[in-house]
T-cell receptor
Framework: RKEVEQDPGPFNVPEGATVAFNCTYS??????FFWYRQDCRKEPKLLMS???SGNEDGRFTAQLNRASQYISLLIRDSKLSDSATYLCVVSRQTGANNLFFGTGTRLTVIP | EPEVTQTPSHQVTQMGQEVILRCVPI?????FYWYRQILGQKVEFLVSFYNNEISEKSEIFDDQFSVERPDGSNFTLKIRSTKLEDSAMYFC???????????FGQGTRLTVV
């Protein structure tokens, strides 16, 4: 089973739509969780960290369900500039020093 | 805003040649990483480095690869004898603490011909 699994998409949504991405991880000892975005042929950029209580940053909301080993990202009021690949990233247990990336979910926001 | 910088942005090399990819991590960060991304595939962990030694490495990071922090600012990845399958984008990243968010450089696109 892969460390991190995401629906690759693509998701094509109109401007203003709400879209949700899901991600599951296999290692129950995983400690830290993040969403990154990656534009075509660019580096991954941190979008937000994901906390157990859930967290929100403007139009973006992230949720973590440790019992189900499930992470989500909700984007409200989609903008054209949100078009990118969204990467679910998980850090292993305490003492490990690497990040595991999902394959990413491709989002295209259509005018 | 502090950032991770990588040079060169693009490197073309012949199979069997050695390449060195260079990175300057964010200055107050303590943990350094190399990742690679083959075109169309996911970002893959290669190696992490802390306190002047490798802390973890993946199966990809075999004897052909090595890392070094030659001075207080640079962090390098060396591939001794490149293969065609080493063609990829190589990303350097750094973080303040273990298991926290990592910040990535813009990458070096390595093409082995």
């Amino acid at each position: 089973r892969k460390e991190v699994e995401q629906d690759p998409g693509p998701f094509n949504v109109p401007e203003g739509a709400t879209v949700a991405f899901n991600c599951t991880y296999s290692n129950s000892a995983s400690q830290s969780f993040f969403w990154y975005r990656q534009d075509c042929r660019k580096e991954p950029k941190l979008l937000m960290s994901v906390y157990s209580s859930g967290n929100e940053d403007g139009r973006f909301t992230a949720q973590l369900n440790r019992a189900s080993q499930y992470i989500s990202l909700l984007i409200r009021d989609s903008k054209l500039s949100d078009s990118a690949t969204y990467l679910c990233v998980v850090s292993r247990q305490t003492g490990a020093n690497n990040l595991f990336f999902g394959t990413g979910t491709r989002l295209t926001v259509i005018p | 805003e502090p950032e991770v910088t990588q040079t060169p942005s693009h490197q073309v090399t012949q199979m069997g040649q050695e390449v060195i990819l260079r990175c300057v991590p964010i200055s107050n960060h303590l943990y350094f990483y190399w990742y690679r991304q083959i075109l169309g595939q996911k970002v893959e962990f290669l190696v992490s480095f802390y306190n002047n030694e490798i802390s973890e490495k993946s199966e990809i990071f075999d004897d052909q690869f090595s890392v070094e922090r030659p001075d207080g600012s640079n962090f390098t990845l060396k591939i001794r004898s490149t293969k065609l399958e080493d063609s990829a984008m190589y990303f350097c990243a750094s973080s303040s603490y273990m298991n926290t968010e990592a910040f990535f450089g813009q990458g070096t696109r390595l093409t082995v011909v």
